[in-house]
C-alpha cells in the first residue's frame, strides 16, 4: 500500500508569494495533519483535519490555512511568505485522529523563500 | 502546558555501543508517548510507542518504558548500528490527541 505523498518535493518561493502544498493520505485514513520542521528543530503543529473539519490548530498566523477535501487528500496554503516560513512542511495521517493512533509522515515538502 | 525534553545531541557512537537517549515529559494524566525516527533526507517513520505507564514499547533494537514516576520514555539500544545514524525525537500528542508534540530531537551518529 501507497504511504503518505506530498507535492512537490522542493520549491523554491520568494518574499510575498503564496504556495500550495498537497498531501495524499494513506487508504482509508480519514485524519491528516500538518506540520512545520525548521531546520534543527522537532516538528511543530500546524493543523489536523479530520473528514473536512478542521479539529486542531497550531500557534501560526492566519496567514496559513488548509482545507480537506472529500476524498480525504490535503492542501495547505500559506500566504504573503516570509523567510522565517523557509522549512520542511511535513504531511501525516492516521485513521481517526485519537490519541493513540499512530501518525504515519510524509516524506516532507522543502519550501526555501528567498 | 505539556511539553517534551530530550538530551541535547549529537550523540557519537562506535558500532556496537550502548545507546540511551533521555526524555521527560511534562503531561496531564497519562498520555500515549511514541518516539519517531527520521533518517537524512527523509520524513518521521514511527520507531516504537507506548499507550500506558509502565508499558515497554520496542522495535528494532530500540526499547522504552513508560515510567509515570518519573514522567520519563528513555530509548535505549544494546548495540547500534551504522544503519542507526538519524534523528530521533520524542513526542506525545495534545489538543485532545489531535497534535504532536515533539521534542527538539537528538543526532544519533554512529561510526564503524
Known amino acids: 500500500d501507497a504511504g503518505v505523498t506530498q507535492s512537490p518535493t522542493h520549491l523554491i518561493k520568494t518574499r510575498g508569494q503564496h504556495v500550495t502544498l498537497r498531501c495524499s493520505p494513506i487508504?482509508?485514513?480519514?485524519?491528516v495533519s500538518w506540520y512545520q520542521q525548521v531546520l534543527g528543530q522537532g516538528p511543530q503543529f500546524i493543523f489536523q483535519y479530520y473528514e473536512k473539519e478542521e479539529r486542531g490548530r497550531g500557534n501560526f498566523p492566519d496567514r496559513f490555512s488548509a482545507r480537506q477535501f472529500p476524498n480525504y487528500s490535503s492542501e495547505l496554503n500559506v500566504n504573503a511568505l516570509l523567510l522565517g516560513d523557509s522549512a520542511l512542511y511535513l504531511c501525516?495521517?492516521?485513521?481517526?485522529?485519537?490519541?493513540?493512533?499512530?501518525?504515519?509522515f510524509g516524506p516532507g515538502t522543502r519550501l526555501t523563500v528567498l | 502546558g505539556d511539553s517534551v525534553t530530550q538530551m541535547e545531541g549529537p550523540v557519537t557512537l562506535s558500532e556496537e555501543a550502548f545507546l540511551t537517549i533521555n526524555c521527560t515529559y511534562t503531561a496531564t494524566g497519562y498520555p500515549s508517548l511514541f518516539w519517531y525516527v527520521q533518517y537524512p533526507g527523509e520524513g518521521l517513520q514511527l520507531l516504537l510507542k507506548a499507550t500506558k505507564a509502565d508499558d515497554k514499547g520496542s522495535n528494532k533494537g530500540f526499547e522504552a518504558t513508560y515510567r509515570k514516576e518519573t514522567t520519563s520514555f528513555h530509548l535505549e539500544k544494546g548495540s547500534v548500528q551504522v544503519s542507526d545514524s538519524a534523528v530521533y525525537f520524542c513526542a506525545l500528542p495534545y489538543q485532545a490527541g489531535t497534535a504532536l508534540i515533539f521534542g527538539k530531537g537528538t543526532t544519533l551518529s554512529v561510526s564503524s
Open positions: 487508504s482509508g485514513h480519514k485524519s
Open positions: 501525516a495521517s492516521n485513521l481517526a485522529g485519537g490519541q493513540t493512533d499512530t501518525q504515519y
